[in-house]
């Protein structure tokens, strides 16, 4: 399974975007997750949707903010991230795996290229 995160972007503080994650193959049988890492920092869970889209959990961090939605038949996952802080800047990573609520890096199987994010306040 080959991933691609893309939607990424420099945005205010307060503002706005949606990442997108496009799989070059059907993944509907994925969980899918989203990470981020920041400079210097450990990569960080952000949250995470079930495979047909029924359950999805966030990272307390994100929590009311952002929210994740998937369209299997496009094979595509998205991240709506609302009111922006700089503390969500980072460069942000879909991954996929067989197993629903891992939060952990090495619970996921499949890694795409990330696609940065910057928040300016």
């Known amino acids: 399974v080959q991933l691609q995160a893309s939607g990424g972007g420099l945005v205010q503080a307060g503002g706005s975007l949606r990442l997108s994650c496009a799989a070059r193959?059907?993944?509907?049988?994925?969980?899918v997750g989203w990470f981020r890492q920041a400079p210097g920092k450990e990569r960080e869970f952000v949250g995470a949707?079930?495979?047909?889209?029924?359950?999805?959990t966030y990272a307390d961090s994100v929590k009311g903010r952002f929210t994740i939605s998937r369209d299997n038949a496009k094979n595509a996952v998205y991240l709506q991230m609302n009111s922006l802080k700089s503390d969500d800047t980072a460069v942000y990573f879909c991954?996929?795996?067989?197993?629903?609520?891992?939060?952990?890096?090495?619970?996921?199987?499949?890694w795409g290229q990330g696609t940065q994010v910057t928040v300016s306040s």
């Open positions: 991954t996929a795996g067989r197993s629903w609520g891992g939060r952990k890096p090495d619970e996921y199987d499949y």
């Open positions: 193959l059907a993944f509907s049988t994925y969980a």
């Open positions: 949707i079930s495979w047909g889209g029924d359950y999805t």
